[in-house]
């Protein structure tokens, strides 16, 4: 059985940054795709940013691109989310997954139901 455990939310304010970690307890956890999406109450889970097996490919949301940056350790099997110049509108449970299928072209990275392992989420917090 796959794990996926996010870390790393808080409270900040507008303006501020955090750093998102995503730890999974895969053995082949290179090979696989991973990426980040958010669900604020009220709202479907969104796609926020994802990174290729390789780390040689990310794809970022329009609403967070050039603010947030997805980055991934595979020595460590882990995966970061860097949130710079926050929002009150980022506010959301922000969840870590991994891709269904590894060492797979980039074509739906940004598609929920590419996703089968998820994590419990860690809630992020923006006050204005």
């Known amino acids: 059985q796959v794990q996926v455990v996010e870390s790393g939310g808080g409270l900040v304010q507008a303006g501020g940054s955090l750093r998102l970690s995503c730890a999974v307890s895969r053995r082949t956890f290179s090979s696989y795709d991973m990426g980040w999406f958010r669900q604020a109450p009220g709202k479907e889970r969104e796609f926020v940013a994802a990174?290729?097996?390789?780390?040689?490919?990310?794809l970022y949301a329009d609403s967070v691109k050039g603010r947030f940056t997805i980055s991934r350790d595979n020595a460590k099997n882990t995966v970061y989310l860097q949130l710079n110049s926050l929002k009150p509108e980022d506010t959301a449970v922000y969840y870590c997954a991994t891709r269904r299928r590894p060492l797979t072209t980039t074509q739906g990275m940004g598609v929920l139901d590419e996703y089968n392992y998820w994590g419990q989420g860690t809630q992020v917090t923006v006050s204005s």
């Open positions: 990174i290729a097996w390789s780390g040689g490919f990310t």
